[in-house]
């Protein structure tokens, strides 16, 4: 099916286009973009008058749990929450069971995502064997398989040598790698971030300080390898600062960071919920505030959502013992919103964070985050103006561990098409039949 998108606004910041007009779909590719233009045969009109089109999302930071941990969730009803909240391409981390550390195990992923897959799904390798700190994984194999990155996420790279070497390995490959930035040593033990806050719920607090002292070792490393470096969901202000820093000394380092550490701090964790235990935690206001002036600023490179699936099996207990992580995909357009809602970014930037620029960080084959003639037709429309309140019930992801249920927000995704193909419709009025809908 061939698509005309009439008369949205139109924003891609590759381009620079912020504008109305029209959107041509052909065989799966944006072929023509203009006012007024003549439709295609064999094509259907989509009317987006007071919405936005943008490039389709990308997430660098998901959990997809497949294989192993499917009662979490799975490939199909993680990128059916990721096309519904405007993502269509993720890519899934490397902690699964049995973990990505082998062409066995990313081909599976690959062929899942293209069996089931309502989105792209790009695998992320891990660094080490078994995420076990000790023994490099086999990268090459990996990224002939389809990785795009590597990381242990969730868990750091403690060997300072073993990172050296990863970095170089990683490096032969042109993949980035990815750190999940805590020293382990510092945050032992901690549920939340050491601030008044973990002293009045009594809870053992972690140091922001486990997570800049890691990206400080780091960048040392990347100063002495030339390594592609990216650091996983930053949320302290030190890191921020050290992150600056590297970029004015022209280190090859890129960073994202997630929407719950943009709109949450850590007195949230003072009501028990166990839905605001994640890794790393929430941090203080100071925080925020940094990483507000450094999502403006240009040295955060992407919004990503480390959509963190648990049951009720790991959430529903004391707070010490609950699972790290919260879902995210279907929240974080309405809450990057809301910060241009606030003035903290602006419009173009917001779209930015979740397209160009997480897609020119990662190795992936071709060019997404765009919506220049001749890319792949992977668009998001967008209903700006949209209030509603998010329902955890409402939720296409498997798992519903969402601090933000009950919250109002504004914007919400109208659509989704991948490779032309819708892949999500929040009116039902979209999908053809055998296109299905999100």
Same mark, same amino acid.
């Given at each position: ?15 620079? +286009? ?37 490039? $389709? ?35 899934? &981390? ?14 599976? *992923? ?9 989105? +792209?799904?790009?695998?992320? @390798? ?12 086999? &990268? ?6 389809? *990785? ?5 996420? $969730? ?28 020293? !382990? ?39 002495? /390898? ?21 970029? !004015?000394? $022209? ?13 949450? /701090?850590?007195?949230?964790?003072? $009501?028990?919920?166990?839905? /605001? ?96 003639? @001749? ?6 429309? *967008? ?5 509603? /309140? ?20 504004? @914007? ?27």
């Amino acid at each position: 099916m061939n698509y005309v998108l009439r008369d949205g606004r139109i924003i891609d910041p590759t381009s620079k +286009r912020d504008e109305e007009a029209d959107l041509v779909i052909e065989n799966g590719r944006v072929t023509r973009i203009g006012r007024g233009l003549r439709a295609p045969a064999a094509s259907r009109e989509i009317h987006c008058k007071g919405l936005l089109v943008t490039p $389709g999302f990308v997430d660098l930071h998901t959990h997809l749990r497949e294989p192993g941990q499917e009662y979490k969730e799975d490939i199909a009803s993680g990128t059916r929450a990721a096309a519904a909240g405007g993502f269509s391409t993720v890519c899934c &981390m490397a902690n699964t069971t049995p973990v990505n550390d082998c062409r066995a195990v990313t081909d599976l *992923i690959v062929r899942r995502a293209r069996e089931v897959g309502a989105t +792209r799904v790009f695998p992320v @390798g891990a660094i080490t064997k078994g995420l076990g700190g000790a023994e490099l994984a086999e &990268m090459a194999e990996m990224r002939e398989a389809g *990785i795009v990155a590597v990381s242990d996420d $969730g868990l750091p790279v403690m060997n300072a040598e073993l990172m050296r070497r990863a970095l170089e390995y990683a490096r032969t490959f042109g993949l980035p790698v990815v750190q999940h930035c805590e020293d !382990k040593h510092l945050a032992a033990g901690g549920v939340m971030n050491e601030s008044a806050s973990s002293t009045r719920a009594g809870l053992k607090g972690q140091p922001s300080a486990a997570e800049s002292v890691m990206v400080a070792r780091d960048l040392e490393l990347v100063a002495l /390898t030339g390594a592609r470096y990216h650091v996983a969901h930053v949320s302290a202000a030190a890191s921020v600062r050290l992150l600056r820093e590297a970029r !004015k000394r $022209g280190l090859p380092v890129t960073c994202e960071v997630t929407p719950h550490h943009l709109t949450l /701090t850590d007195v949230v964790c003072c $009501g028990y919920d166990t839905a /605001t235990k994640v890794a790393p935690p929430l941090r203080t206001q100071a925080d925020i505030d940094a990483l507000k002036e450094a999502l403006a600023d240009g040295t955060i490179d992407a919004v990503a959502t480390d959509h963190a699936p648990h049951s009720l099996v790991e959430k529903d207990v004391e707070f010490d013992l609950a699972a790290f992580g919260m879902v995210g995909l279907e929240t974080a357009l309405p809450l990057l919103l809301g910060l241009v809602e606030d003035k903290v970014i602006t419009l173009e930037r917001a779209v930015y964070l979740l397209t160009a620029g997480p897609a020119q960080i990662f190795a992936f084959p071709e060019a997404f985050g765009t919506l220049i003639e @001749g890319v792949v037709a992977d668009v998001t429309i *967008i209903d700006p103006a949209a209030r509603w /309140t998010v329902q955890r019930e409402a939720l296409l992801s498997k798992s519903k561990n969402t601090p933000f249920h009950g919250r109002a927000v504004l @914007g919400r995704v109208k659509a989704t098409l991948v490779g032309g193909r819708i892949a999500y419709d929040g009116s039902g009025e979209l999908a053809q039949p055998g296109e299905g809908k999100g």
